[in-house]
């Protein structure tokens, strides 16, 4: 999932209940007119960041890539899918998370690099489950269980892995190495080829490692601290301190 750049400017009913009736009226009536933007109008969840929201932009039955518009919040085509390429799993993002400068540094460290920067976007978490769920643009609360290291043009672009709540297949797993292992290579070939264009001989997608689930938390809560940072004025939407 790439969003454009813009550098400078609950885990059920209940938690999104807690933001629409927060203390500023204002705020609760704004909250029950109108929808909340995916991005910082849902909250990451109270048990983040252990127990996260997902908003789904994403299935593996779609041809074409969608993505939030950062503006609107409206879920709009970013382009067909290259080649034959489709999603393995369900593909989006988490509420109130950054990749900014402590999601780059992380991956720094991870990865051995210097001049790491932050891609400028929510991080991107990819859900397992058994379950068919035919469309996207909805709400699902997911475990992290760990990620994959992905620099995308000299930017951290970490994609989270997660199980989705109580799934009949996958809910129990704990750790990414768990997952079965063709699943895995797929995920992989999928984010090492969907911006490849017909002809292209050169891409500057690459993953430098998978990681597991304690990597994976250290990951968002370096995101929403990010997100902190940034977005300073929404402070009234925060969950606790993660």
Not at 32 to 53: C, N, R, T, Y
Not at 101 to 114: D, H, L, S, W
Not at 159 to 164: D, F, R, S
Request: with cysteine.
């Amino acid at each position: 999932m790439k969003h454009s750049k813009g550098r400078k400017r609950g885990d059920n009913g209940e938690q999104t209940d807690d933001v629409r009736n927060g203390s500023d009226p204002f705020q609760r009536l704004l909250g029950l007119m109108f929808k909340a933007h995916p991005w910082h109008g849902v909250s990451i969840g109270q048990e983040a960041p252990d127990v996260v929201m997902a908003y789904i932009e994403i299935v593996p039955t779609d041809t074409v890539k969608y993505e939030v518009d950062k503006r609107s919040g409206f879920l709009k085509v970013d382009r067909p899918q290259r080649f034959s390429n489709c999603c393995p799993v369900y593909y989006g993002l988490i509420p109130q998370t950054y990749s900014g400068e402590q999601v780059a540094g992380i991956f720094a460290k991870r990865a051995r690099r210097k001049g790491m920067v932050g891609d400028g976007d929510p991080l991107d978490i990819c859900v397992l489950s058994e379950k068919n769920i035919p469309h996207s643009d909805i709400l699902l609360t997911a475990l992290p269980i760990g990620g994959l290291s992905m620099a995308d043009g000299g930017e951290a672009d970490d994609k989270i892995i997660a199980v989705m709540r109580d799934d009949a297949v996958y809910g129990g797993f704990t750790d990414i190495s768990q997952c079965p292992s063709a699943l895995m290579d797929r995920l992989q070939h999928y984010f090492l080829t969907y911006k490849s264009a017909p002809g292209t001989t050169q891409h500057k997608v690459e993953i430098t490692s998978v990681y597991g689930r304690e990597e994976a938390l250290k990951v968002i809560r370096a995101s929403h601290a990010d997100y902190r940072d940034q977005y300073p004025e929404l402070s009234s939407l925060w969950p606790k301190q993660l």
